[in-house]
Each structure stands twice: as C-alpha cells, then as structure tokens.
C-alpha cells in the first residue's frame, strides 16, 4: 500500500463547521492520571492515535484495564502506588516524548527495572530535562547519551525535592509532579512558563497542589501520597492539530471556517496571538471554561493584506508545535518576519527548524538564518507553478501536514507528492479526511 499522496489543485472555497481529535497533551495525561485514580475512570473523546494508544497500553503492563465503551474509554485505576511492579517490563512509547517522559515520573517507587524504548525519531531526542530530577527522588536511573532506551528502578525511600527548572519544559515540569505524587512530603518547583495542562487536572482532582505565579515563573508545591476517586471527563479539541486547518483559511480565496470547541489553554494559543498580529481574521466564539481549562469555538476568514511581523521569543513556547505553519503566512504575507531563539524547533520530532528553511527555500521563499533567529520575506504572490516531491525523512507528522497545507493553499500547475502519509496516525489520523470534508482532491 502506497505511503504518499500527490495534490495537484488547490482547494476551492469552502464554508465549513468542522471539529478536530481530542487534545494529545491532555489525553495522555488523562491516561496516566487515571492510572492513578481509584476505580473507572470514564474519558471521552480521547484522541485515538498512536501516541495515546502507547499511553494505554504502557499503563496495561502494571495491571490497569481499559477498555473503549461507546464513546468514552473506561480505565480502570489502582490508586498512587497501585501499578503492579512485580516483574521487568519493557515499554515502548512509539514517537511520544510526552509518554515516555511523563510515565518516568509514575515509575519512581517500580520494584522492578523498566526499561522505557522509543522509535528512531525519540531515540535521538534528550531525556537528560527529566531524568536528572528524577534522580534527585532517589530512583536508580540508567541511558546512555541522555536518551533512550532508559531503564528506571525506584525505591521505597522516595524524598521530596526541591528543583529549579529553567527550560520552560511542560514535560520536565508534569514528571516531576507525577513523581511527588508517590511521595511522601511536599516537593517544590521553581519553573519556567510553560503548558499547565498537568497542574489544572491535579487542581480539578483536588489533588494537594499549590500554584503561585509571576510573569517569569511559576512556584509549585506538590504534596504527595494523597488517595483520588476515578473522574470523567470530555477532552477538548487540540488548537495544535486546528493550526492546519487556521493557516488554510487563511491563506485561501473566500473561505470561512468553524472549527469547535478547542482548547485555548493560554499557554497554547501563541498561533492565535501571532496571526492576528499578521492580520488574519480570527476569532473566538462560545467561550467556555472546562474544568480549568478554557475553551472555544475557533472562526476563521480569507485574509487578505497580510503583513510581516517580528515575534517576541516569550510567544515562542505557546507556538512551538505551530511554527512550522505559521511560517507558511509569513511566506505569504507583505514585508519581512523575524522569529527568535528558535532551537527548541531543533530538538523536536525531527530538526524541524532545518526542515522548515530548507522547504521554504524549495518552494521559492527567501530565507535568512542566524544560529537559532531567522527572517523569512514574504511574497504575497507566492505560487507554486513546479513539481515537488517532499521525502519526509524523519517521518514527522507536522512536517507532513505542513506540507500539505503549503501545497492547498500555494499550488499553482504543479504537482506536489508528499511521502510518509501514515506519520499522522502519531497525532492526528483523521487529518486527510477533515481535508477531503474541505473539498481537498488527494491521490
């Protein structure tokens, strides 16, 4: 069965209402923290793509049954400290960095060596942000280079600690409080901003968390030990799998869409901020706060008159998965981009910062780089009137959507073929169907 896809028109107009798979960052914590609870948790719309089907079946492997039930999914958990730890386990978390780091933080009191292994592209990735305080738990933690596989062994004389995290790593930040909830005593973080999705759930579970803010950082105590009942809950649609559908409007002839209740937690709605800077028409509908989080309907316009904008690096973390598309307006709008301290691109699914200038410069945009900054100047006739064939090497599913976008939105005679279709079942399976919903033509 083939693996790529070939677009030779652009979509036409289109007015549409569509919705999007759940949000991956919350569905995977959802996983976990259900692991934790006491009894059937119930969780619906829960993203059913590659990573959160690792999440699912990682948690199996210490004894916690799930199952799909209509349209929610019943996990069934064993309490903190509940996971049956009594033999060696090998767990494969696929491409999810979210999965394999966060799980480590559930793993810090395990009886038995786990051994946590990854694909190609994971493999290469640093697990150095979270191992190292986890190692400061007293757990036993061996990788060679700072990656995986890792091997974990925990204790039973688990000691809260007190860690300054200076990456501004959700990541970093989730497995650290995961870790203090199996463990005795009060722990501390001193964190850079960064996504809170984590911090929510365990405020919505009553879990003992406390948060105190400035502009820089967030103070988090976090005690442990504390027994929680099973929950339900709804996950709201992912703004990170909406971007595609965003900067296709955007950049298409009289088009408007509706895309529904997604979550617009603010430390994930950089690519709103920054498209509204370059003059798209966006904006938000049916408002809605969700046990914390915030969410809305997202409504998209044709815009015209698109201009440069030089973005502030403290938007980057609320765009970090956006960047690859929001560059796709800067390519089309009037006047020149900047975007700044942008290396944390490079340490993603692939080196999606050298990904992305070496495609921009393929489709005939002008790019200048220095070390992490780059400019690109835009073209606000920018087509695409030649043949490409996109080889995506790392198999990295934005780069493939992004390059679908790129070929809808600027084609123009030519023909686009883009390899390695199956990297969205990672994030976004539906992605070529919501497509088609549009009117896209793909062979």
């Not at 390899?419 to 896209?440: C, H, M, Q, R």
């Amino acid at each position: 069965m083939k693996n790529y896809i070939k677009i030779k028109n652009k979509i036409t107009s289109f007015n549409k209402k569509i919705e999007v798979s759940g949000d991956k960052s919350i569905s995977i914590r959802c996983v976990l923290l259900a692991s934790q609870a006491v009894g059937k948790s119930k969780i619906y719309n829960l993203l059913e793509s590659e990573d959160v089907i690792n999440a699912l079946k990682s948690v199996e492997k210490f004894g916690i049954k799930y199952k799909k039930i209509k349209n929610y999914h019943e996990i069934n958990g064993l309490g903190i400290n509940g996971f049956d730890n009594s033999k060696n386990v090998k767990l494969n978390a696929g491409n999810s960095g979210t999965l394999a780091r966060l799980i480590l933080g559930l793993l810090v009191k395990s009886e038995k060596t786990v051994k946590i292994i990854g694909d190609k592209s994971l493999s290469k990735r640093d697990f150095s942000r979270v191992t190292e305080p986890l190692k400061k738990f007293g757990t036993n933690i061996k990788s060679k280079k700072n990656s995986l596989p890792v091997e974990i062994l925990g204790t039973d004389f688990l000691r809260p600690i007190n860690y300054f995290e200076t990456r501004g790593s959700a990541q970093c930040k989730s497995a650290i409080m995961l870790a203090a909830l199996n463990t005795p005593g009060t722990t501390i973080i001193k964190a850079k901003k960064s996504r809170n999705h984590t911090e929510l759930l365990l405020k919505y579970l009553k879990l003992p968390i406390k948060i105190k803010s400035n502009k820089d950082f967030d103070f988090i105590e976090v005690t442990g030990l504390k027994q929680f009942n099973a929950f339900n809950y709804v996950v709201p649609g992912d703004i990170s799998s909406s971007a595609f559908f965003i900067v296709l409007t955007a950049l298409s002839k009289n088009s408007k869409i509706r895309i529904k209740n997604i979550n617009i937690n603010k430390s994930r709605t950089g690519i709103i901020t920054i498209l509204k800077k370059m003059n798209c028409k966006i904006s938000l509908k049916n408002k809605k706060i969700y046990k914390g989080e915030e969410t809305s309907d997202i409504v998209v316009e044709s815009s015209k008159n698109i201009k440069g904008f030089s973005c502030p690096s403290y938007l980057n973390s609320a765009a970090i998965d956006e960047f690859l598309v929001i560059f796709l307006i800067a390519a089309r709008a009037k006047g020149v981009s900047s975007f700044k301290n942008l290396g944390e691109l490079n340490k993603k699914e692939s080196p999606r910062l050298d990904i992305a200038i070496s495609f921009l410069e393929n489709i005939g945009v002008k790019v200048e780089r220095k070390r992490d900054n780059i400019k690109i100047f835009g073209n606000p006739n920018l087509e695409l009137n030649k043949n490409i064939h996109i080889k995506n090497y790392f198999k990295d599913h934005r780069v493939f959507m992004m390059s679908c976008i790129a070929a809808f939105s600027f084609i123009e005679g030519g023909e686009v073929i883009i390899e390695d279709k199956d990297s969205i079942n990672t994030s976004f399976p539906s992605f070529l169907k919501t497509l088609k919903k549009l009117g896209a033509k793909i062979s």
